[in-house]
C-alpha cells in the first residue's frame, strides 16, 4: 500500500493523485483490507485524480460495483463494509489547501501549449512541491474525518444483454429505451440524424 502503487496506476504524481493517496490509506487504516469483491464501498463525489488512488489502493472500482460515483465536484469520500450501516466520511477542509494564483495561471498554460520550457519546468517543480507537501500534512490539518450513518446501497446487479434494434450492439437491458417503435441504446436514442 504504498504512493507508487497508486503513481503506476494513474500515470503521473499530482496533487489529486496525493490527496486520494491519502484519503485511500485513512480507509484502509480503518477498515484494515483491500477490497477483493465488493465488502468495502467507496462513494467519491467527485471525478479528480484523487479517485484513481482509491481504485489502486482499496480494490473499489466501478466493475465490480463497490466505487460509487457521484458528480457534485468536491472532496469528498465516504467508505463503508456491506452489511455495516456506520460509515467513514473524509472531505477535504477548504483551507487546506491555499490557492495559488501562479500555479493556476501555469497549469492554463501548459494546458493550451503556449507555456515556454522554463514555465513548464517551473510548473513541474511546483506541481511535484504540493504533489510532496499532501503527502506529508498532519491528517488533521488535510481533512475533516467523521463516522456517519449511510443507508447502504444495493450490490451490483448483472442485466441481461439486448441488442439495439439500431447499431446491432448490447447493452444493459434497464438502459434501453425506445425510439420509433424499437428498442435502442441510449447511444442510438439520443442520435439526432433520425
Known sequence: MNFDTAVQFH????????????????????????????????????????????????????????????DHGKHVYTY??????????????????????KHIALFAKLRA????????KEFRESHNAKSQ????????ELFRVSEVN????????????VICSKCGEGFMEPLGRVKNGEIVCISCFEAKNE
Open 11 to 70: 500515470g503521473h504524481v499530482c496533487p489529486g493523485l496525493s490527496i486520494g493517496y491519502r484519503v485511500a490509506v485513512l480507509a484502509a487504516e480503518r477498515f484494515k483490507d483491500r477490497s477483493k469483491d465488493e465488502e468495502l464501498v467507496a462513494i467519491v463525489e467527485n471525478r479528480s485524480c484523487a479517485v484513481d488512488a482509491i481504485q489502486a489502493i482499496n480494490g473499489c472500482t466501478c466493475g465490480k460495483g463497490n466505487l460509487i460515483f457521484k
Open 80 to 101: 463503508f463494509k456491506r452489511g455495516d450501516n456506520k460509515a467513514l466520511r473524509i472531505s477535504l477542509k477548504p483551507d487546506a489547501l491555499p490557492q495559488d494564483e
Open 113 to 120: 501549449g503556449t507555456a515556454s520550457s522554463e514555465e513548464e
Open 133 to 140: 507537501r499532501i503527502l506529508e500534512m498532519p491528517e488533521e
Open 150 to 161: 449511510i443507508e447502504p446501497p444495493e450490490k451490483a446487479i448483472i442485466y441481461p444483454t
